[in-house]
């Protein structure tokens, strides 16, 4: 993983400010590398229109190391050809192939050589054509594997490649300015958020840097458009969107569209020994496989020290994963749950109401938090059907004034997201992912500071959206039935890179902590796509899993993600499978912590 930075201007070159530059610093704390070179254009015409304008770049990385033996410093450079290329990714596989060494490395090597010859049929002597060269870039690009987010620049061509995996897993954000040029980053400059956006997951973005005119291509229209208007020093080109084609997987057509046939409603529902709960478990396991295994601790870390800590509610997707993880992992390494509550003042002035009615002592602010209470329970479940790990459970404490503290900070990360509904998401997400609390001392009996040397996190970010775990799918049903239910689900999936992923990236990795999404797998979320509503969840009656002798009374099983709930109680996890969905905002007490009516769509007032 890293931080990205790239600028291409006319006048000078462009750096972030100190402050962004810290910020992109922390996501990559084990190396940082500026490159900077200069394109010249020579224009055509009369003498006067003779002299060369420059362009300059520079591309900035900071990186956490993830993959390999050893620090693979980037900005990556090919020696022979120039090319520079900014990585921010995990390519888990390359034509379905693991990927032996450094991923940067391959994928740039792949890069260079696409550009440089034909993808097929031609001798190693051929010069591939723009177009021909930019199809090559798209077929690499279409064979990965895994979250990504890149700046690749073709020093061939003279032009900037950049974009964003499928899912938008991987944050990347775009400035472009007629006075300043264009700007890529993963974070923002903190200027306002109107200023930048979110790099459109699922296609590719060229950038021609010194085109001899101001034309511009894309896929979809080849032939070269003159741009009105006078030619300006300060002129920019606008990107030109190369739309990736169906088949190819980086696209998110590649991915199949979402089943919406509801003609046989009428068959059962699957029961916890059915083909489909099975072939379930096997995704999740390759899922996760390939991101918790193999996972390089800190040098200073003792050998048993965790490689991944969990971000966990207690709730059923992270449980679920913990308890897959705990299969793939050798159990003498520790495996941390990070588990966030937060003081919040309205919830503490209820309870303190409350508490005055009745002859109870009031509990502290974070043992009431439902993600604290649902966390406890499931961190005993986890050590009853899974005793030989140890199971480090890390409560994560966070008083109202270390919330206001860093409140500023957690605003510039989100950007450009900007409402109160991101900003009680992000919350909980930056304190988690910070992994700082205390635990319980078996020596001692008491609880004593902690924080998770783990580098890599595991989140259930994605089956709330691909097996219809939000109350509004439960609505839409009641509303729509199972039409309404799947247009609901295909508009979740659809705006999870805009509306999720970009900004949780910037949160957690500000932590220097990379998050993986085993939910989020291609595989996975292709199987997933193509399987009836009905076989995802249970919107009918609640039935119990097939083969138990348990009364319906104690067995509770929610309508939302079944087959993940069937999947859990097959496993042992039962409490687990018969937790309620909750939203982070309000299992952590980080919504609504101000007196006065909120809404979660209002906008920030955002100061420098």
């Known amino acids: 993983m890293c931080g990205i930075y790239f600028s291409c201007t006319r006048q000078k070159s462009t750096h972030p400010c100190d402050n962004s530059l810290g910020f992109l ?8 590398k500026f490159v900077q070179c200069e394109v010249k254009e020579k224009t055509s015409g009369t003498s006067l229109d003779n002299e060369s304008c420059v362009y300059h770049l520079t591309f900035i990385a900071a990186v956490l190391s993830l993959r390999g033996d050893i620090i693979v410093e980037q900005p990556l450079e090919d020696k022979q050809s120039g090319s520079i290329f900014c990585w921010n990714g995990q390519a888990w ?23 440089s010859f034909h993808s097929s049929g031609s001798s190693s002597n051929d010069t591939p054509s723009e177009e021909d060269s930019s199809q090559a870039v798209l077929d ?20 900037i490649f950049y974009g964003r995996d499928a899912l938008g897993r991987r944050s990347l954000l775009q400035k472009i300015d007629g006075n300043a040029g264009l700007i890529l980053s993963s974070i923002t400059d903190f200027s306002k958020a109107e200023d930048w956006a979110e790099v459109e997951p699922g296609f590719i973005f060229r950038y021609e840097i010194a085109s001899k005119d101001d034309s511009y291509q894309s896929s979809e229209n080849v032939s070269s458009t003159k741009k009105t208007g006078n030619k300006t020093t300060n002129n920019i080109r606008c990107p030109a969107i190369i739309h990736l084609p169906k088949q190819m997987h980086f696209s998110k057509a590649s991915f199949p569209e979402l089943n919406k046939d509801i003609t046989s409603t009428s068959l059962s529902m699957p029961g916890i020994d059915s083909k489909i709960i099975n072939e379930l478990a096997q995704k999740l396991q390759s899922s996760l496989a390939v991101r918790v295994q193999k996972v390089p601790c800190l040098p200073s870390a003792v050998n048993i020290a965790p490689p991944v800590a ?11 994963l913990a308890r897959l993880v705990h299969d793939l992992i050798p159990e003498e390494h520790d495996i941390d749950l990070l588990n966030v509550a937060f003081e919040n003042p309205r919830a503490i002035r209820a309870a303190s109401s409350l508490a005055a009615q009745s002859t109870y002592p009031l509990a502290s602010a974070y043992s009431i938090c439902p993600d604290r209470v649902t966390g ?58 910070r992994g700082s609390g205390t635990v319980h001392d078996q020596i001692t009996s008491n609880r004593i500071s902690y924080t998770t040397p783990a580098r890599v996190l595991v989140s259930g970010l994605g089956a709330d959206e691909l097996f219809a775990g939000y109350t509004r799918h439960a ?37 220097g902590r990379e998050v993986r999404y085993p939910y989020l797998d291609e595989e996975l979320v292709t199987w997933a796509l193509k399987l009836p509503v009905w076989e995802k969840c249970g919107f009918r009656k609640p039935q119990r899993p097939e083969g138990e002798d348990i009364s319906r009374e104690n067995l509770k099983l929610e309508p939302a993600k079944r087959t993940l709930r069937l999947l859990a109680w097959k496993l042992g996890m039962k409490g687990a499978a018969m937790e309620k969905k909750r939203a982070v905002q309000f299992g952590a007490r980080t919504a609504k912590m101000e007196v006065g009516k909120t809404k979660g769509t209002q906008e920030l007032s955002y100061r420098t």
Not at 310 to 320: A, E, N, P, V, Y
Not at 484 to 499: N, S, T
């Open 25 to 32: 610093r922390r996501r990559g704390p084990d190396s940082l």
């Open 93 to 115: 596989k390359i034509n379905g192939a693991p990927i032996v060494g450094n991923d940067t490395v391959t994928v740039l090597d792949l890069l260079v050589k696409a550009v």
């Open 140 to 159: 690499v690009l279409s064979t990965i594997s895994g979250p990504s987010a890149f700046v690749f620049y073709d020093a061939q061509y003279q032009r």
């Open 310 to 320: 969990i971000l966990f509610s207690g709730g059923l997707d992270c449980t679920l």
């Open 376 to 433: 406890i329970s499931s961190h005993a479940e986890l050590l009853r059907v899974c005793p030989g790990r140890v199971w480090r459970f890390v409560s994560i404490d966070i008083p109202y004034s270390e919330t206001l503290a860093h409140r500023s900070d957690i605003t510039k990360l989100m950007l450009p997201h900007n409402t109160e509904m991101d900003l009680s998401i992000a919350c909980a997400l930056y304190f988690a992912a």
């Open 475 to 511: 609505t839409a049903f009641d509303r729509r039935g199972y039409q309404g239910l799947v247009d609901e689900i295909d508009l979740d999936f659809k705006r999870l890179g805009k509306r999720n992923l970009g900004r949780d990236d910037r949160v957690i990795s500000n932590w």
